[in-house]
Nanobody, 124 residues
Framework: EVQLVESGGGSVQAGGSLRLSCRVS????????MGWYHQAPGHECELVSR???????HYSDSVKGRFTISKDNAKNMVYLQMNSLKPEDAGVYYC??????????????????WGKGTQVTVSS
Protein backbone atom coordinates (compact mmCIF):
# COMPACT_ATOMS: atom_id res chain seq x y z
CA GLU A 1 0.00 0.00 0.00
CA VAL A 2 1.33 3.42 -0.95
CA GLN A 3 1.38 6.03 1.78
CA LEU A 4 2.86 9.50 1.98
CA VAL A 5 2.77 11.10 5.42
CA GLU A 6 3.82 14.70 5.92
CA SER A 7 4.90 16.23 9.21
CA GLY A 8 6.72 19.28 10.50
CA GLY A 9 4.18 21.99 9.87
CA GLY A 10 3.34 24.56 12.51
CA SER A 11 3.09 28.23 13.34
CA VAL A 12 6.04 30.57 13.00
CA GLN A 13 6.67 34.28 12.75
CA ALA A 14 7.78 35.81 9.50
CA GLY A 15 11.47 35.20 9.01
CA GLY A 16 11.34 31.90 10.83
CA SER A 17 12.06 28.39 9.60
CA LEU A 18 10.37 25.03 9.40
CA ARG A 19 11.46 21.65 8.14
CA LEU A 20 8.80 19.49 6.55
CA SER A 21 9.22 15.75 6.28
CA CYS A 22 7.48 13.23 4.06
CA ARG A 23 7.62 9.56 4.98
CA VAL A 24 7.00 7.38 1.96
CA SER A 25 6.01 3.73 1.88
CA UNK A 26 5.01 1.50 -1.00
CA UNK A 27 7.54 2.78 -3.51
CA UNK A 28 11.14 4.02 -3.47
CA UNK A 29 11.84 7.74 -3.56
CA UNK A 30 15.15 6.85 -5.16
CA UNK A 31 13.28 5.78 -8.30
CA UNK A 32 10.69 8.53 -8.30
CA UNK A 33 10.19 12.21 -8.95
CA MET A 34 8.98 13.82 -5.73
CA GLY A 35 7.46 17.23 -5.17
CA TRP A 36 6.14 19.57 -2.54
CA TYR A 37 2.94 21.47 -3.36
CA HIS A 38 1.64 24.55 -1.57
CA GLN A 39 -2.03 25.35 -1.35
CA ALA A 40 -2.95 28.72 0.05
CA PRO A 41 -6.56 29.16 1.21
CA GLY A 42 -8.86 29.46 -1.79
CA HIS A 43 -6.11 28.76 -4.30
CA GLU A 44 -4.95 25.87 -6.42
CA CYS A 45 -1.97 23.71 -5.50
CA GLU A 46 1.34 25.09 -6.69
CA LEU A 47 4.49 23.03 -7.09
CA VAL A 48 7.10 24.89 -5.06
CA SER A 49 9.87 22.33 -5.26
CA ARG A 50 10.70 19.00 -6.83
CA UNK A 51 13.53 16.51 -6.66
CA UNK A 52 13.87 14.11 -9.54
CA UNK A 53 14.95 10.50 -9.35
CA UNK A 54 18.42 11.56 -10.49
CA UNK A 55 18.66 14.06 -7.62
CA UNK A 56 18.24 17.22 -9.64
CA UNK A 57 16.13 19.86 -7.95
CA HIS A 58 13.86 22.66 -9.10
CA TYR A 59 12.19 25.53 -7.28
CA SER A 60 9.46 27.99 -8.06
CA ASP A 61 10.56 31.60 -8.25
CA SER A 62 8.58 32.36 -5.12
CA VAL A 63 10.75 30.09 -2.93
CA LYS A 64 14.07 30.00 -4.75
CA GLY A 65 16.90 30.82 -2.37
CA ARG A 66 14.75 30.21 0.70
CA PHE A 67 13.59 26.59 0.44
CA THR A 68 15.70 23.47 0.00
CA ILE A 69 14.38 20.07 -0.98
CA SER A 70 16.29 16.90 -0.19
CA LYS A 71 15.74 13.19 0.19
CA ASP A 72 17.15 10.31 2.14
CA ASN A 73 16.95 7.21 -0.01
CA ALA A 74 17.90 4.90 2.84
CA LYS A 75 15.05 6.19 4.99
CA ASN A 76 12.71 6.70 2.02
CA MET A 77 12.04 10.25 3.17
CA VAL A 78 11.74 13.60 1.44
CA TYR A 79 12.30 16.92 3.20
CA LEU A 80 11.63 20.58 2.61
CA GLN A 81 13.70 23.06 4.59
CA MET A 82 11.87 26.38 4.59
CA ASN A 83 13.78 29.47 5.70
CA SER A 84 12.93 33.17 5.77
CA LEU A 85 9.25 32.32 5.79
CA LYS A 86 6.79 34.95 4.60
CA PRO A 87 3.07 35.29 5.36
CA GLU A 88 2.32 34.29 1.76
CA ASP A 89 4.01 30.94 2.39
CA ALA A 90 1.17 29.98 4.71
CA GLY A 91 -1.14 27.16 3.72
CA VAL A 92 -1.14 23.42 3.38
CA TYR A 93 1.93 21.65 2.05
CA TYR A 94 1.52 18.34 0.29
CA CYS A 95 4.13 15.78 -0.60
CA UNK A 96 3.40 14.11 -3.92
CA UNK A 97 4.79 11.89 -6.63
CA UNK A 98 3.86 11.54 -10.26
CA UNK A 99 5.53 10.99 -13.61
CA UNK A 100 4.17 14.41 -14.51
CA UNK A 101 4.54 16.80 -11.59
CA UNK A 102 2.64 19.70 -13.08
CA UNK A 103 3.34 23.25 -11.94
CA UNK A 104 -0.27 23.79 -10.88
CA UNK A 105 -3.05 21.36 -10.08
CA UNK A 106 -6.52 22.30 -8.97
CA UNK A 107 -6.66 19.41 -6.54
CA UNK A 108 -3.82 17.35 -5.11
CA UNK A 109 -5.74 14.18 -5.97
CA UNK A 110 -5.00 14.86 -9.65
CA UNK A 111 -1.55 13.45 -8.97
CA UNK A 112 -0.76 9.78 -8.74
CA UNK A 113 0.35 9.71 -5.09
CA TRP A 114 -0.09 12.35 -2.42
CA GLY A 115 -0.23 12.81 1.33
CA LYS A 116 -2.87 14.46 3.49
CA GLY A 117 -0.78 17.58 3.93
CA THR A 118 0.66 19.57 6.78
CA GLN A 119 -0.45 23.08 7.79
CA VAL A 120 1.97 26.00 7.87
CA THR A 121 0.99 29.30 9.47
CA VAL A 122 3.21 32.36 9.20
CA SER A 123 2.37 35.46 11.21
CA SER A 124 3.62 38.89 10.30
Amino acid sequence: EVQLVESGGGSVQAGGSLRLSCRVSGFAVDDSDMGWYHQAPGHECELVSRINNDGTTHYSDSVKGRFTISKDNAKNMVYLQMNSLKPEDAGVYYCASDEDLRTVVFGISELRYWGKGTQVTVSS
